[in-house]
């Protein structure tokens, strides 16, 4: 089968034109994303709001200019846009969480965030809060540093950060020159959160633009150095937080985490779909809580049920990651701040988390560009 590329894929829809503009899609930047897997490919179209309902014969055109490339088995293009941030009153000011200036600029019309020395930077999401997406989040880095990979971690929940607990981290971020923060390093991560900020205690009453410009920052303006892979902690639901990472951020690729039961699946169907919509690739599902081990006697119950996620993931044509069960020292550990991938290395569960990273990294590795060698990571 003839190898498709984002760049042969771009190279076809040069061929399209803008008739109000006379310039190809392309060259007038509409094309925000393209995700290719196994011969389907999805495009997204950033356009002016005020001209989307006349663009539909537009975005008809890139979906056949695409599907009549050779190898190509289906193509999607999916017209997304964003509305302008209001300006700020007279005499008002910004609060954001760090410096102001040329370097926090938002790109309007769907502008890349770009990352310099970042290969790959993946989402761990989730439809809704309580499913132990942080927890995750955490101890699949971990898992990834583990086996080798130079591994970042930004928690992007704004409302509700996690990380400094999970980290046990109570230092400040510091700035060498008065711009960019330098990363907080623990366990081996390189470590982000706007709770290494704010007072633990200090609720963020923020709207939409001011929290989309604050994850920016912490992308933008953070020295994250060279790293394999940087993972970050979504926020839950499919907000505002949401489609600026999977609009503006080159991602590689996102994790859905969901428990077992039907509620907690319908609204991790919603993130994916929602990643899908933005060609973002989903790299696969975890079910967490996915039985319960009784500490003492060691029995299994199956509290949520058990297999719903495997099951949607097969349904969706995803990869199934693996199942994370309901275990105190899991919970014990992360409350603390010793996850239980350094807290207890050896453990099972601990190998759980290094085999979904594991899983993780050879779907990046597969598409890893550049000269360095890959971290070998053995699945057990």
């Known amino acids: 089968m003839t190898e498709i ?6 190279r076809a829809l040069e061929a ?12 007038q930047g509409m094309v925000g994303g393209v995700a290719v897997r196994g011969g389907h490919v999805a495009v997204t179209l950033d356009v002016d709001p005020a001209r989307g309902p006349a663009l539909e014969s537009l975005r008809q055109a890139c979906e056949q200019a695409v599907r009549a490339m050779p190898g190509v088995l289906s193509a999607t293009a ?8 209001p300006a700020p009153r007279a005499g008002g000011h910004s609060h954001g969480p760090g410096p102001a200036g040329p370097a926090a600029k938002t790109t309007g019309g769907g502008g890349r965030i770009d990352v310099a020395g ?4 993946i989402a761990v999401a989730s439809g809704k809060g309580g499913v132990g997406k942080s ?3 955490v101890n699949l880095a971990l898992g990834l540093a583990a086996n080798g990979v130079a591994t970042g971690l930004l928690d992007a929940d704004i409302y509700g950060p996690s990380m400094p607990r999970m980290l046990d981290v109570k230092d400040k971020p510091e700035s060498v020159d008065g711009k960019a923060l330098k990363p907080i390093e623990r366990y081996g991560l390189k470590t982000m959160s706007i709770g290494y900020i704010v007072n633990e205690d200090t ?30 902690d979504m926020p839950p639901g499919t907000g505002d937080a949401q489609l600026t990472l999977a609009q503006r951020v080159a991602l590689a690729g996102a994790v859905i985490v969901s428990t077992p039961q039907d509620i907690a699946l319908v609204d991790a169907r919603k993130g994916l779909n929602m990643f899908r919509k933005v060609a973002v690739p989903v790299l696969g599902f975890v079910e967490n809580m996915s039985f319960y081990l009784c500490p003492h006697c060691g029995e299994r119950a199956e509290i949520f049920g058990h297999g719903g996620a495997r099951a949607e993931a097969d349904k969706l044509g995803v990869p199934f990651l693996g199942e994370v069960p309901l275990h105190l020292d899991i ?25 979904i990273a594991g899983r993780v990294w050879k779907q990046l590795s597969a598409n890893q560009r550049g000269p360095r060698a890959a971290p070998r990571i053995v699945v057990r």
């Open 5 to 10: 590329t984002e760049s042969a894929v771009r």
């Open 16 to 27: 399209v034109v803008d008739p109000e503009t006379a310039k190809n899609v392309v060259e």
């Open 78 to 85: 999916v017209m997304t846009s964003e509305r302008p941030a």
């Open 118 to 121: 970042v290969k790959h930077i």
């Open 135 to 137: 927890t995750t989040a």
């Open 203 to 232: 609720p963020m009453i923020w709207r939409g633009p001011m929290v989309s410009s604050a994850l920016e920052q912490m992308l933008r303006d953070v020295q994250w150095g060279e790293l394999d892979v940087l993972v970050v």
């Open 331 to 355: 919970r014990t550990t992360s409350d603390s701040g010793h996850p239980i991938v350094v807290a207890q290395p050896d453990s099972p569960y601990a190998q759980i988390y290094k085999n």
